[in-house]
Each structure stands twice: as structure tokens, then as C-alpha cells.
């Protein structure tokens, strides 16, 4: 991004109106005794629209910079006021050096990705690549740290396609998104081959190969994947590695890698210990002793040092970017949307095959039974997507047991940490109920849950509770329920936990969150479970083919007009996705 401001001569004043996104940038200006950081009001414009802006009585920086683009400016004319970006204690700024080779490396990373990346990316997305190449490249190891839903996957994806020809890399990420990241390595770099590895023989280590595989398996095959090296490591998640003493922990260390990057939304989670475990797993060797890092960092913080903040934002800026929604708005749509394939556990990979073996043998019948019959097969298999204990009976443990159900409790977890409110609608009644007793037993918090079983002062009440500013932080919702009507521009966060059969129904949810009042980029993820009839369902969207009924009706009646071959064809699981 450009940050256009001006300058009076004694000051700043308005930016140039009409140009973008008006925020307030930290930057060093001029003041009494010398140079100062001060906030200066900015209009923000995305790179690749800067060239061509009309502006009216426009400073030196802005030809010089103009001309960086066509490789004509040399960095040393740039004036100060065209790079005066403070670095985080303040002393000094970026380089003019350094801000012109950030542009110029952008702009031919962008350029470069074109061709292998099948991706749009976003201005912040390409810096966001480029900035790990020269981090690794440096330190031999990062931490991308950006908020939810800014695209730290399709990043990790473009930094890994620029390494495909030195090597084998590997992923390691929760075992549940597995499938997801093979998915999202297919779709996006089509060029790299993914392959998800769940012990036994490792991959031939050829480059352009990306090994996929989950923290259970690092932890219990980590020697197979210690004894080979590999190009790079990308721990997805990297708070699951916040404690150094667990077994996980020593086997993602135990990896030789060239290069490591540690991807989480949430670097610190509880106490800064756990971020010099995530700096000690990624660079080794500027984070070396936990001691020294407690004595220079963690103990004066604790006592209230500003300096130690300071010293310690210094110490992090070569290696950890954090970004936040607020920060990239000027680049981001109104809507996000994060589609997210969650593999099935090993117990529902179990019950969805029983209950499909169980329905062949029965048969579907016909007419207006075979409706009813292919409705009840259908709901059994999609609540098993949910949580196999909806089926079971057994729900003691809810944790561990559901693909689907672990992602959104990670979700929710970040969420809270990043004090983000959030929305979680379901289909089913009983999937809520376990999402609200997830968030009381595990989360400690209390989550209001919206249905059609509530009267309307309940519903009413809700409602105002969950938009006032010290509202719970999460709201369990009925689709059917709350599909319509509401505004709950509260939150910023929407999830779709289970699949309706048409898009515009999950639309409409979402648009609860996304409505006149909200002004935050909306977050919507949707949950699929991968290889099961979900996986249908998100592919009728995809190919915007889905009924415009809104109700399961005319779905259901698609899916009981086929033959039983065709019908059993698209419910069982597709186990070599």
C-alpha cells in the first residue's frame, strides 16, 4: 500500500480526498526537536492503482516513486518523507534502499506467480510472499502471524511454489485440515505434487513434491520425516507447538529443514513463553535460550516496562509479520469467504460407512417412502459430519472425535483470543447444544444459542444482549431460525458449520453480520467435510447449480429421483480424495 499525506510546512493536514481508505500510519515527521513518530491521517491506495492517480499538487515523493515502478528511480533521491516508516521502538526508519527493493521485489514476485499460482492474490498477499522469501532468506526461518481470513495458506502456498524446483517441502498442520491443505495445493498450484502422508512409506523426496501430514502422525512417525531433509517445513497452526517439552513439539524440532515457517493467527495465547517457543522452533538461533529471553523480555514486561515492549517488538519485526483486517482494509472486500475441507476421524470414517452398508441392504424403496427413506440416510450421515456421538449416543468427550468439530473449536478459540465476536449457524438443533457445552466446559464461556424453540422476548433478548459491547462473545445459531430478519453487526465472524442445499440460504446468514452498521470485513467460513455427500453439496455451489427452493425439499427430491446405484454413487465416502 501507498500512504498518501501531506505536508504544510508546519505540519500535517487532510490527505487528498476521495483516493481510499483513510487511516492514521505511525510515521516519522518533523517536530521542535528534530524528527518525531506522530499518527499523520493517510489516504491508503493499493499499489498497482498508484501510478495512474490524478493528484493535484503531488510532492517529489510521488514522481520518484512513480518513476521506482518503471525501475527509473534510484533510491538514494528519494526524500525522507517518501520512507518514514518508523521501525518498532522507534528510532529509526525503513531505508529508502530497502522500500524500494520491497516495491520492486513485489511487483516481480506478483509477476512471477502469475503463471504457477492460479490465485487473484490480494497487494498485502504478494508482499506477504515476498516477505518470506527475504525473511528465510535471512534467518532462515519465519513467523507469519496475519489475522484470520487475510490468506496466510494461499501465501504459504505461493512461497513454497518459489522453492518447488529445490526440493521436497513438507506441511505438518491439525490432522482434521490435512485434506484440506492437498485441496487448497491443488487448486492453487496445480504445478506442485501434494500428497497426504499418514505414516508408513514416505513420498519419493522429489522436488516439487509437498508432503501433507498431521500433528498425531509427526508425533508418532517423526523419525521417518526427521531422517530425511526437506527444502522447507511449514507448521500450520504453530501454537499447537506452544509447549516445548511436548512429545510434538520435539519431533517439528527434530525435522531438518532449509528453511522453516510457522503459520498461527494466535502467536501468544496465554504467556509469552509460548512465543519463544514458536521463535526457538523457527530461528533456533536468535532465540536460543529461554532464560535469556525470560530475563530480557518476559520478567519486565510482567513488571510493566514499556522498554521491554519496545525492545521486544524490535527484536520481532525482522521475523514475524501480524497483520490485521483493519490495517489491509483499503485491499480487502466487504465479504471473506474461507472454505475449509475437514477430514473425517477415524470413528466417523467408521459410522458413515456402517450407516451407508446398513441403508444398501435395506434398500430406498419407492415413491413417497423412498423420499422419507433417502431424508433419514441423509440426515444420519450429515449429523455423523458433524459429531458421531449425535448418532452414538456417547458424548462424554467431544474433542478429538469430529474433523469438523476440532476446526471450529480452533476457530473459536483464536476468535476469543483475538477478541473477535462471532456467529456459528447449524442446521441441526443437537449440533448447536454440543457447541454451546464446547463453549462453557472448554472455553469458559457462555454462548447464547438462537432456535425455533424460543419465543420471540427470547429471541428479542438475544439479540440485544449479543450486540451490546460487553456481549457474549460467540452466538450458536439455527439456520432455519435465524437465516433472516436479524442484525448482528456485532460480529465480524461468520461460520457455516454444516452445508445447506443452497447457497443463497447461507448468504442470507451471513449478510446477519454483513449488513449497514458493519464497518469491518466480514470473515464467512464454511466447513466441509471432505469425501462425503457434503463434499457434493459444496460442489453444487461451486458449479452454481444448486435448486433456488430454500429448504432441503428440493434436494432431497433431486437426490431420491436418481437410481440406487447413482444414488449410493454420491453418499459414500470418496476415499481417494
Same mark, same amino acid.
Given at each position: ?191 506442485? @505434487? ?101 530475563? @530480557? ?75 422419507? @427413506? ?90 440485544? @444482549? ?112
Amino acid at each position: 500500500m501507498f500512504a498518501l499525506w501531506t505536508w504544510t510546512g508546519h505540519g500535517p493536514e487532510k490527505p487528498p480526498g476521495g483516493l481510499g481508505e483513510r487511516d492514521s500510519i505511525a510515521l516519522a515527521i518533523p517536530a521542535a526537536d528534530g524528527i518525531a513518530v506522530g499518527e499523520v491521517e493517510c489516504a491508503l491506495v493499493e499499489a498497482d492503482r498508484f501510478p495512474a492517480l490524478t493528484l493535484p499538487e503531488a510532492g517529489e515523493s510521488v514522481r520518484l516513486w512513480r518513476n521506482a515502478f518503471d525501475g527509473e528511480s534510484d533510491p538514494a533521491e528519494l526524500p525522507p518523507a517518501a520512507h518514514a516508516v518508523p521501525n518498532a521502538a522507534g528510532t529509526a526508519i525503513v531505508s529508502a534502499v530497502r522500500a524500494v527493493r520491497a516495491l520492486r521485489d513485489t511487483l516481480a514476485v506478483s509477476a512471477e506467480l502469475r503463471t504457477g499460482l492460479k490465485a487473484e492474490l490480494r497487494p498485502y498477499q504478494a508482499r506477504g510472499i515476498t516477505w518470506l522469501r527475504e525473511t528465510v532468506a535471512v534467518h532462515g526461518g519465519a513467523v507469519l502471524a496475519d489475522e484470520m481470513g487475510l490468506g496466510k495458506t494461499v501465501q504459504a502456498i505461493g512461497y513454497l511454489l518459489g522453492r518447488a524446483g529445490d526440493g521436497a517441502q513438507l506441511v505438518v498442520c491439525p490432522t482434521s485440515l490435512v485434506g484440506n491443505w492437498v485441496h487448497e495445493i491443488q487448486r492453487f498450484a496445480p504445478g506442485l @505434487r501434494a500428497v497426504a502422508w499418514r505414516g508408513g512409506e514416505l513420498p519419493a523426496a522429489a522436488a516439487g513434491t509437498v508432503v501433507v501430514t498431521g500433528y498425531p502422525t509427526l508425533r508418532g512417525h517423526g523419525q521417518g520425516l526427521a531422517e530425511q531433509r526437506w527444502t522447507s517445513v511449514v507448521f500450520d497452526e504453530a501454537q499447537v507447538l506452544k509447549n516445548p517439552r511436548t512429545q510434538v513439539s520435539k519431533a517439528a524440532r527434530a525435522i531438518t529443514a532449509d528453511a522453516r515457517v510457522a503459520l498461527t493467527g494466535t502467536p501468544v495465547e496465554n504467556h509469552l513463553d509460548e512465543l519463544w517457543a514458536l521463535l526457538n522452533l523457527v530461528v533456533p538461533q536468535a532465540f536460543t535460550h529461554k532464560a535469556q529471553f525470560r530475563r @530480557r523480555f518476559v520478567k519486565p514486561i510482567h513488571e510493566g516496562s514499556a522498554a521491554a515492549v519496545t525492545r521486544l517488538r524490535d527484536a520481532l519485526e525482522p521475523i514475524l509479520l501480524a497483520r490485521r483486517k483493519a490495517q489491509v482494509a483499503a485491499a480487502l472486500p466487504p465479504k471473506i469467504h474461507t472454505d475449509l475441507v475437514c477430514d473425517l476421524t477415524g470413528e466417523q470414517e467408521k459410522l458413515y460407512d456402517q450407516l451407508l452398508d446398513r441403508a444398501e441392504a435395506e434398500g430406498f424403496g419407492s415413491g413417497a417412502q423412498r423420499h422419507t @427413506r433417502v431424508l433419514a440416510v441423509l440426515t444420519e450421515l450429515k449429523q455423523v459430519c458433524n459429531h458421531p456421538g449425535l448418532i452414538t449416543g456417547e458424548l462424554d468427550e467431544l474433542t478429538g472425535r469430529s474433523g469438523k468439530f476440532d476446526v471450529c473449536a480452533d476457530i473459536l478459540a483464536n476468535n476469543l483470543e483475538a477478541d473477535a465476536p462471532t456467529l456459528v449457524f447449524t442446521q441441526y438443533r443437537r449440533t448447536g447444544e454440543l457447541l454451546v457445552r464446547y463453549c462453557a466446559e472448554e472455553l469458559g464461556v457462555t454462548a447464547p444459542f438462537f432456535h425455533g424453540g424460543l419465543n420471540q422476548a427470547e429471541r428479542t433478548d438475544i439479540v440485544t @444482549r449479543f450486540q451490546s459491547p460487553g456481549g457474549p462473545p460467540i452466538l450458536i445459531l439455527s439456520l432455519r431460525a435465524a437465516g433472516t430478519g436479524l442484525t448482528l453487526t456485532r460480529a465480524a465472524d461468520v461460520i457455516h458449520f454444516d452445508r445447506w442445499w443452497n447457497p443463497a440460504v447461507e448468504a442470507q446468514a451471513s449478510d446477519r453480520a454483513h449488513r449497514i452498521g458493519q464497518t469491518r470485513t466480514v470473515t464467512v467460513t464454511t466447513l466441509t467435510s471432505g469425501t462425503t455427500i457434503e463434499e457434493h453439496i459444496a460442489g453444487m455451489h461451486d458449479r452454481k447449480s444448486a435448486l433456488t427452493d430454500l429448504s432441503d425439499t428440493a434436494g432431497i427430491a433431486e437426490l431420491a429421483r436418481l437410481d440406487d446405484e447413482r444414488l449410493l454413487e454420491l453418499l459414500r465416502r470418496k476415499r481417494g480424495n
